[in-house]
């Protein structure tokens, strides 16, 4: 039994240490634009139509490059999944913007192809985060008359309170990303990359009986520095 310990022992030895060796640390920062839309289930909602949104994303991503080919990448980011809804039929009239900030933090398996200073790559991974908050903006259709036959209708812009019995604020799901790096001095380099984030966890609780599905699908658009700690 010892003897087949050490033997493995001595295996993984031989494969990590030489990639430990050349290894390398490298942190940076990374922000663009995200365009999220909200997936729904229409269920009964048939008067309810949902539009995306775009707005910004900002993070800090720490990178583990075990071969130029091969690395593991963690982010901190700090991004809007927003949307949009108006009604139709006889609730024309009504519609509501949504901002909704989120915290999330992808872990990725890198793979990177190319020449020494252009090379592109792919990104493949999942994410965990939690909804920080959330406002709307809009405009509601009072439906007493006021004069005559005619309605009033009013702005609003005001933050959304969360109801722990409704509202998930847990958020995880499945992220991929694609995108080009060039290394513009020994240990600088500046990147391009376009990034997919899809939720898995709905936005609401099982609270009611038939109630819509929400997920959140994001696209990003971002560029970006790193710079290496260790050669």
């Given at each position: 039994m010892?003897?087949?310990i050490i033997?493995?022992?001595a295996?993984?030895?031989?494969v ?11 942190i ?57 809804m108006?009604?139709s ?16 933090i ?11 200073k ?19 903006e ?19 812009d ?53 109630q ?20």
């Open positions: 010892k003897e087949t033997k493995l022992a295996v993984v030895a031989m990590f240490i030489p990639l430990l060796a050349t290894a390398q640390w490298k940076g920062i990374e922000g663009g634009l995200v365009h999220n839309t909200l997936l729904v289930s229409k269920c009964y909602d048939y008067d309810r139509h949902y539009t995306g949104a775009t707005n910004g994303i900002i993070g800090i991503p720490v990178r583990y490059d075990f071969r130029d080919w091969f690395g593991l990448q963690a982010d901190v980011t700090y991004l809007a999944k927003n949307y949009s108006y009604r039929d006889v609730y024309a009239g009504n519609s509501y913007d949504y901002i909704n900030s989120y915290l999330n992808p872990i990725y398996a890198r793979f990177s192809f190319g020449g020494t252009v090379r592109g790559y792919v990104l493949a991974g999942g994410f965990l985060g939690a909804w920080l908050d959330s406002y709307v809009g405009n509601q259709m009072s439906y007493f008359q006021t004069d005559g036959l005619s309605y009033s209708d009013y702005h609003f005001e933050k959304v309170p969360f109801d722990s019995r409704r509202d998930n604020r847990f958020d995880a799901g499945l992220s991929g990303a694609i995108g080009v790096e060039y290394q513009f001095a020994k240990r600088f380099s500046v990147f391009v990359e376009g990034r997919y984030l899809y939720s898995l966890t709905d936005m609401q609780k099982k609270y009611m009986l038939k819509p599905i929400k997920h959140n699908s994001a696209f990003a658009f971002q560029v970006g520095f790193m710079y290496t700690l260790t050669k």
